[in-house]
């Protein structure tokens, strides 16, 4: 037998993708500026700084659901797909600039593999 009449309203998120949340350090908060960027990304876990997925959000949206998959590419010769293990970093920039900048609160995941669910980052540093 099947089932009728059921509605989904989500995407269907790929196996390669990778969700979580990110969440804000309390005694940070206080830091955050209305006109502030959040960058989710994915940067391979052997070292290379490029991010291989990258998403941008207000920098007021905390907990923010992130999914990160080979749509938030940065290029399509390095899919997020493609790697074995990738560090989650969070950043709240200030400027708005992708690029890290003294002053950005940051936070990152250990090593995950993509198609991991449920990482949790929180942003609890400071850039130097």
Request: hydrophobic content about 45%; glycine content about 10%.
């Amino acid at each position: 037998s099947s089932v009728t009449g059921v509605q989904t309203c989500a995407l269907p998120i790929s196996r390669e993708a990778i969700t979580g949340v990110v969440k804000l350090a309390p005694p940070l908060a206080r830091q955050v500026g209305a006109g502030d960027v959040l960058f989710v990304f994915a940067r391979p876990a052997d070292g290379s700084r490029m991010p291989v997925a990258i998403l941008r959000a207000k920098g007021e949206a905390f907990p923010f659901r992130f999914t990160l998959d080979d749509s938030s590419a940065m290029s399509p010769a390095a899919r997020l797909s493609a790697q074995g293990k990738v560090i989650i970093e969070a950043r709240l920039s200030k400027s708005g600039d992708a690029t890290p900048k003294k002053g950005d609160l940051r936070g990152a995941s250990g090593a995950v593999a993509p198609g991991t669910t449920g990482v949790e980052i929180l942003v609890d540093s400071v850039v130097e």
